[in-house]
């Protein structure tokens, strides 16, 4: 069973930065697209960002362009995701997942294991 352990997320101001990192406890993650979704309070999960199998493709939602971006070391079986410039319409729970192909991809339904999450909320 793959785990995927998030960290790195809290409480900041409007402006800030942070770096999430996840962790995947096994090495086939290394193979496979991994993306970061968020989820505020009353809110569905969106997605955020991905990253293809080798790092060679990313993708993001339109309101992070410029601002987010996901990395991947396959060595350590570990994504991240640097934010900078946070926003309080950035508050939410963060998950990264694992899909189950190797591509990047927006589609929810084809991310096979997620994370716990890791709450970021930024202040005005």
């Known amino acids: 069973q793959v785990q995927l352990v998030e960290s790195g997320g809290g409480l900041v101001q409007a402006g800030s930065s942070l770096r999430l990192s996840c962790v995947c406890s096994k090495r086939t993650c290394s193979n496979n697209g991994m993306g970061w979704f968020r989820q505020a309070p009353g809110k569905e999960r969106e997605f955020v960002a991905a990253?293809?199998?080798?790092?060679?493709?990313?993708d993001y939602l339109d309101s992070v362009k410029g601002r987010f971006t996901i990395s991947r070391d396959r060595v350590k079986s570990t994504t991240y995701l640097q934010m900078n410039d946070l926003k309080p319409e950035d508050t939410a729970v963060y998950y990264c997942?694992?899909?189950?192909?190797?591509?990047?991809?927006?589609?929810?339904?084809?991310?096979?294991?997620w994370g716990q999450g890791t709450q970021v909320t930024v202040s005005s």
């Open positions: 997942a694992s899909n189950r192909l190797a591509v990047s991809t927006r589609t929810l339904d084809t991310y096979r294991y």
């Open positions: 990253i293809s199998w080798n790092g060679g493709t990313t």
